[in-house]
Structures are given as structure tokens and as C-alpha cells.
């Protein structure tokens, strides 16, 4: 089993970057996919960005897509989102997830998650 732990949250003015990891200990990390989840406060946990095994495929919300970045570090078993271009819409707790069988976007397909890290953007 893998275990997850987030970082790099914190509070920004609208317009401003962040740069958010998770380190995972326990398991292979090189053999999960990663995905980076959000909730915010009264709403669903949502998608952001998805990132296959090898690093070669990423995936985005529409909502995020050409502000975010998802890589991946299979040596220090880190994955990273850049989130540049902040907007108030972004506030919320992102989470880091983990699995082995999955690629799909929906919460309940993934096994392993962090305890999450909130990202606060003011206007």
C-alpha cells in the first residue's frame, strides 16, 4: 500500500502560482498512475490532472487545462501540479490519489489518497 502526503498550499491573490507535491512512500510508486483531485467548500470533489505510470500521458479538467501542470519524479516518488494563473474558482482542498488499475477521471476508481492541502486564491 501506498501512503500520500500533500504540500506546498497556501493563500494567493488572483493571478498568482503555486506549486503543490505529494510524496508517497510503501509500494512501487512507478507502477500507479497519480491524479490530483479538488473540493471545494458545499461542493463534489472534481478531477484536475491525471498523470499515467511512465509520465508519457497527462490529462486535465477543461476547467484548468493550460494553467495546470502535472509531472511526475519516479526516483524521489513525488508528483507535482504547477498551478499558475489562479483564479478565486480554484480555491479549494486538493487532494493527491493513487492507483494501479485506473486512468479514469471519477473519485471511486482510485484506492489511495492524501490528506489533502488547501489552496485559498483571493480576489
Known amino acids: 500500500q501506498v501512503r500520500l502526503v500533500e504540500s506546498g498550499g497556501g493563500l494567493v491573490q488572483a493571478g498568482g502560482s503555486l506549486r503543490l507535491s505529494c510524496r508517497a512512500s510503501g509500494g512501487s510508486f512507478s507502477t500507479y498512475a497519480m491524479a490530483w483531485f479538488r473540493q471545494a467548500p458545499a461542493k463534489e470533489r472534481e478531477f484536475v490532472a491525471l498523470?499515467?505510470?511512465?509520465?508519457?500521458?497527462?490529462y486535465y479538467a477543461d476547467s484548468v487545462k493550460g494553467r495546470f501542470t502535472i509531472s511526475r519524479d519516479n526516483v524521489k516518488n513525488t508528483v507535482s501540479l504547477q498551478l499558475n494563473n489562479l483564479k478565486p474558482e480554484d480555491t479549494a482542498v486538493y487532494y493527491c490519489a493513487a492507483d494501479q488499475s485506473t486512468i479514469a477521471t471519477s473519485v471511486r476508481n482510485w484506492d489511495y489518497w492524501g490528506q489533502g492541502t488547501q489552496v485559498t486564491v483571493s480576489s
Open positions: 498523470i499515467t505510470r511512465s509520465g508519457g500521458s497527462t
